[in-house]
């Protein structure tokens, strides 16, 4: 992921952020575009958190990942561990990769 994103400086809401790279991806892949090479994304100088494709990209994923920890610390605690056998664990370990592959697709369509 691009470093510059850890700077945060993306001030979409998270339906805006998660509407433009939506219609961003699209354009990259729209058949007319990929004719005339129009769906490259521009990259700024200086950077443009709020319009650099990547930098759309990396601040969903950045905001996708604290999601995931905050509902992971708040779920961690609810669960007794006693009851959940050994192996069982993988169940609660793919959950994470499942939902952000299921997120990923969902957002690219």
């Known amino acids: 992921m691009n470093a510059i994103v850890s700077f945060r400086k993306c001030t979409l809401t998270d339906q805006e952020l998660i509407d433009k790279v939506d219609k961003m991806t699209d354009a ?26 990547d930098l759309l990209v990396g601040e969903l994923l950045v905001r996708f990942q604290d999601n995931m920890d905050n509902k992971k610390s708040e779920t961690s605690t609810a669960v007794d561990v006693s009851l959940v056998k050994r192996k069982d664990w993988s169940v609660f370990r793919n959950t994470g990769l499942l939902l952000f592959v299921n997120q990923i697709l969902h957002v690219f369509g």
């Open 28 to 53: 990259i892949y729209n058949r007319d575009n990929l004719k005339r090479s129009d769906g490259i994304p521009i990259r700024h100088i200086p950077a443009e958190p709020n319009n650099d494709y």
